[in-house]
């Protein structure tokens, strides 16, 4: 076990560093302290308008958020072993050949991938929160705890969506009437006005009242998820003729996507034919939505001037460009290298099938205005989601093409889209506060993203793919 995660760990800095310089690579995390370390200095203004304990609750629940979409990888289990790294031959398909069990390898994937976020990801957030916070006013005690229940929240979302997605990929309708038993229960809270039992989660318990009654039970969640997750793998490598009927000529009849229907007819058989299928767009998508929509609502009255379902509609904007992330993972560059097809057109392709795909987000905005009562403000806050998910997908495929899952890992790229996507979401969220039709500006982002799009397209057909 020592030597295979040994391995995985080298194999890991390998790929990422010779996709581009190592430099770049190992800058990464300085990048993320810089910017944690310049987030903190807002600390003071944040406080002014939001009790600490609340901010406490807002970080423990974005750590969460972060392993929860982390954790979705267990939902890609066999897609993974089979189509990405079958591929590419790493260690992750050596139960193929070797005398090796998908637990013990996914168990070594498992914390290979949990030691590359904590390192590069978590650590350094950390980190540039530790040395600013002090100068904040930000007492030395609470440091230490958020410097381990943060992370407990990371562990406790990954665990969690692991375990989630192994139930998913055992039984689809089980997982369907635990989400439904979770929903109902939420639902009850929230039509009760008790706001009390989004702050139970276990790493904010442990953080307000330490003691060894919340460190148990959050370690006790996180050890039984990931114990479930383990003892009930479910890996099953492609038989050697596997047979669908043939729908891609139907599909690429499609009139709406015009020349790209081929493209188009592609995504979705592949997302339809892997593990998961179109559950993964929802699997991925409903959980980073549920803690943002619980959050906005136990916070929503700090506030102040901003109007709950149009930041939330803003926030889904932002997430929905993860189906473009998505529409990728489950492709091979490989697969279109000896045919007669340039890079942009391939990727013109995805940006079809990320617009179809939108119908998803949409229907969440819907329900979240009809469960909140807030209909009045759907109009403003559609047109926001419009604009900041054409525009984030547009900036996504200009600086990442077909990778943008690995190279959002470089620094200088990480850095561009930061400064690219940041700005735009403080002004929406300033004008919302002002008048929410001023977000009817928004629109402009669309032209905008076609300007970027034009250019993305032309600038990766000079791109080759590496040997």
Known sequence: MRALLSAMIREEWRLHATLFDYRLFVLFPVLLAVMAAGSTLF????????????????????????????????????DMLTRRFGQAQVLAAVARILPLTDRRILAAFFVKDLL?????????????????????????????????????SFLAGLAVAFALSTLYAHSPRALLVVLAALGAAVGLDMLSLNAEAIRLLPPYQLFRCPGLTPLVATLGITLVCLAVSLAFPRVDFAGPTPRH??????????????????????????????????GKIVFALLLPTAVIWLLFHVLEEFIPGLDFLVVFALFMGLIASS????????????????????????????VYSYAL???????????????????ASLVPALLVYAGVSA????????????????????????????????????????LSALNIWYLAGALLLLPLAHYVLHHAYHRWNHWEPPA
Request: without cysteine.
């Open 116 to 152: 590359f976020y904590m390192l590069l990801w978590i650590g350094p957030a950390l980190l540039g929160f530790g040395l600013t916070a002090p100068l904040m006013g930000v007492a030395g005690r609470q440091v230490e705890l958020l410097a381990l229940t943060l992370p407990l």
């Open 245 to 278: 009927p043939n729908t891609f000529r139907r599909l690429a009849r499609w009139p709406l996507a015009g020349a790209h229907a081929p493209y188009v007819a592609k995504d979705l058989l592949d997302l339809k034919r892997s593990q998961g299928g179109m």
């Open 43 to 78: 600390l003071p203004v944040l406080r002014g308008n939001m009790p600490g304990s609340h901010l406490a609750l807002l970080g423990h629940y974005t750590f969460l958020l972060f392993g929860l979409s982390v954790g979705a990888f267990g939902l890609l289990g066999r």
């Open 357 to 375: 795909l939108n119908l998803a987000p949409l229907a969440v905005i819907l329900a979240a205005a009809l469960a909140s009562g807030r209909l």
């Open 323 to 350: 189906i473009y992330n998505w529409l990728t993972e489950l492709d091979s560059v490989a697969s279109y290298a000896f045919l007669p097809v340039s890079v942009g057109g391939v990727i013109r392709g995805k």
């Open 391 to 430: 525009y984030t997908v547009a900036v996504t495929v200009y600086l990442t093409g077909l990778f943008p899952t690995v190279l959002l890992y470089n620094v200088q790229v990480f850095g561009l889209y930061t400064l690219l996507i940041s700005p735009l979401l403080l002004l929406f969220l300033f």
